[in-house]
Nanobody
């Protein structure tokens, strides 16, 4: 049984930083595309940052490019999202996702991921 468990969300002031972690079990992440997607109240879910299985392709949404960094530790079966300079438009529930299918496009967030975590809330407020 595949499980993805996120942690690291919380309340931070504008300009602050958070590091989200995603622990995977029941799957070997080496062979999976992984990513972080978010959904704010009243808005559609959007891809924030995703990484291909080979780590050869990385996608960042324009709104986070230069502020967020995705990484993976295959040995630990972990995925991370370092979020710096958080803004008032970043609050959302952030979900970790993984998929073992074939995808060759540049937008690694741009398909329906198979496995999802339960989400972690990120709040940015002064």
């Amino acid at each position: 049984q595949v499980q993805l468990v996120e942690s690291g969300g919380g309340l931070v002031q504008p300009g602050g930083s958070l590091r989200l972690s995603c622990a995977a079990s029941g799957v070997t992440l080496d062979y999976y595309h992984v990513g972080w997607l978010r959904q704010a109240p009243g808005k559609e879910r959007e891809g924030v940052s995703c990484l291909s299985s080979s780590a050869g392709t990385t996608y960042y949404a324009d709104s986070v490019n230069g502020r967020f960094t995705i990484s993976r530790d295959n040995a630990q079966n972990m995925v991370y999202l370092q979020m710096n300079n958080l803004k008032t438009e970043d609050p959302a529930v952030y979900y970790c996702a993984a998929d073992g299918g074939y995808y060759s496009g540049s937008n690694v967030c741009g398909f329906e991921y198979e496995y999802w975590g339960q989400g972690t809330q990120v709040t940015v407020s002064s």
